[in-house]
């Protein structure tokens, strides 16, 4: 957390933690020039970009670009030295041990599979249990299902409580001598419950299980230390964290990466082709082929330097004081249900209104220019758990504060009127 000293910013008659001014923030954030009026909360999906983000990768493309790791001649050389910067700006930015561990990938989604095709391929044999939970988005269960009907390993599914968090206790059940992965998230995409991934890599560990972590919530809102947590895989994408669409870090242990087969195959990731055979590159580059998103690691890297100049505890301290306003507003409306996320909700606010569909209400929340996204958010089997077919869902961004939160509840007033 921020510590006493640092300054709490005036917001319109709140005063708002974590030493930044969210209504000064906007300005940075073209989208609102354009959309004066709008009240976006959908950052869970995809967060807006700073001018900052929006500029580094147009200047790239004006002043530096060419392909990279291939051509000697100096502009080449100079965004072969950007790419490779901003893979360095990532592990700084998660504290790996090594430029060398991150891996560039179009997304989360990619990462997963990817671990899942080369590492489960390489490790799982017919009867190996992978273990998730049962607040994974699709992209962390259906990478498992694939590799189970075609390989033959058990894919174990861990419950969550009555509150809506994991289970601790049923996880550890779960476990035994045959789990071999624990694939689970850092903080659920569809209710925002903060899972205890320091616990759950502790107890897979003393399992003698792998452990990947969806960190695609987390990492715009928390100081993730992948040493720290102990991990052995963490991935994240760079449209959540204010950074462009189309790139996304898988982070890896090196051992583990080098111990990896490529998954795909192509340009830029071997040593050596022959029509016999072929020698491939050490990681990261063995998991690169082809051009990558140059500039979208170039922009990844910006939109890291955004996050950092406003400081990651004071952007936590932020979310959490701005999500717990609004549970405590959302919670007053009359026949609105919040839908549970354990012991500590961080940045989501998932519920449903009695009689009004998800996507009726959200239509209805744009016409007052409030931005939400309704559905089942990517997370189907957690919507069946807890016995709502699509939910609405709010999730905040460094942009958002009380007076969104407010514009949020009138609207849903407006529809209440408007269904009743």
Request: aromatic share 8%.
């Amino acid at each position: 957390m921020t510590t006493a000293s640092a300054p709490a910013i005036e917001c319109g008659s709140e005063r708002l933690p974590g030493g930044f001014d969210p209504r000064r923030l906007r300005r940075q954030f073209p989208i609102f020039d354009n959309n004066p009026d709008l009240v976006f909360l959908d950052s869970g999906a995809s967060a807006q970009k700073p001018a900052l983000v929006i500029d580094r990768v147009a200047d790239y493309y004006r002043t530096d670009y060419a392909n990279v790791h291939r051509g000697v001649y100096r502009l080449s050389a100079r965004s072969t030295e950007l790419f490779e910067e901003a893979r360095a700006k990532v592990q700084r930015f998660l504290n790996a041990a090594d430029p060398r561990e991150i891996v560039f990938v179009r997304g989360a989604t990619e990462a997963i599979n990817l671990v899942a095709q080369s590492w489960g391929w390489a490790f799982l044999k017919p009867g190996d249990e992978v273990v998730i939970s049962e607040l994974e988005h699709h992209s962390n269960i259906v990478p498992w299902q694939l590799l189970r009907d075609r390989l033959g390993i058990r894919l174990v599914v861990t419950p969550i409580d009555a509150t809506g968090g994991l289970d601790l206790a049923a996880f550890a059940a779960k476990l035994s001598s045959r789990t071999r992965l624990v694939a689970i998230t850092h903080i659920a995409n569809a209710t925002g419950s903060l899972v205890p991934v320091e616990t759950v890599v502790e107890l897979s560990h003393r399992a003698g299980a792998r452990v990947l972590i969806d960190g695609c919530q987390a990492a715009p809102r928390l100081a993730v230390d992948v040493q720290a947590l102990g991990c052995d895989f963490y991935t994240f994408s760079g449209h959540k964290t204010y950074g462009p669409t189309g790139i996304g870090v898988l982070w890896g242990r090196y051992d583990v990466l080098a111990a990896m087969p490529p998954w795909q195959g192509g340009g830029d990731m071997i040593v050596n082709v022959t029509f016999e055979k072929t020698d491939f590159q050490d990681p990261p580059h063995r998991f690169e082929a082809g051009t990558p998103d140059i500039s979208g690691a170039i922009g990844l890297a910006a939109a890291l330097d955004f996050i950092e100049e406003l400081g990651r505890e004071n952007i936590l301290e932020h979310e959490e004081a701005l999500t717990g306003y609004g549970v405590d507003q959302l919670s007053r409306i009359p026949g609105l249900q919040l839908l549970g996320a354990g012991q500590r909700r961080l940045g989501i606010l998932s519920f449903d209104l009695e009689g009004v569909h998800p996507h009726d209400l959200a239509t209805v929340l744009d016409q007052h220019h409030v931005a939400v996204r309704a559905g089942h958010h990517c997370a189907q089997p957690l919507l069946d758990k807890l016995g709502v077919g699509a939910t609405t869902r709010a999730s905040l961004g460094v942009y958002n504060d009380e007076r969104d939160i407010d514009a949020l509840v009138d609207a849903i007033e407006a529809a209440r009127e408007m269904f009743r």
